[in-house]
């Protein structure tokens, strides 16, 4: 365990140690989580773009087209949800509807009784 100290500006000096032992130099980037009540630091060893061209890809790719088919699919749903939502609310008030006209003839009933 290493004690460090928060400056005026909010800033941590990362020990000697621990920035050669985890092989880390000026520039890199840590991940700062919290969990709880602990501050966990993590160093990030690779970013999205140092994964690019990993996944093979024939041809050149069309990333607005993409971009476009995603906007429609989460348009879609989006009016999917809401056609179910309608639904459910519809169901509710005929549902609602029953209960309070079988309300109103036990309430007839007990009155004509």
């Keep these: 365990m290493s ?5 005026p500006g909010g800033q941590i000096t990362l020990p000697d140690k621990m ?3 985890l092989g880390l130099g000026p520039g890199d980037s840590l991940a700062l989580f ?4 602990e501050i966990v630091l993590r160093p ?3 970013t999205l773009l140092d994964l690019r061209g990993s996944v093979p890809a024939e041809g050149p790719q069309d990333f607005e087209s993409v971009r476009e088919h995603v906007k429609a699919a989460v348009g ?3 009016k999917e949800d ?3 939502i309608t639904d459910s609310q519809a169901a509710l008030e005929e549902a609602g509807s029953v209960a309070w006209d079988a309300v109103k003839r036990e309430i ?3 009155v004509h009784d």
């Design 82 to 84: 809401a056609a179910d």
């Design 19 to 21: 920035i050669d032992a």
């Design 34 to 37: 919290q969990r709880a009540d």
């Design 76 to 78: 879609q749903k989006a």
């Design 44 to 46: 990030i060893k690779e």
């Design 108 to 110: 007839d009933a007990r």
């Design 3 to 7: 004690l460090v100290r928060i400056g």
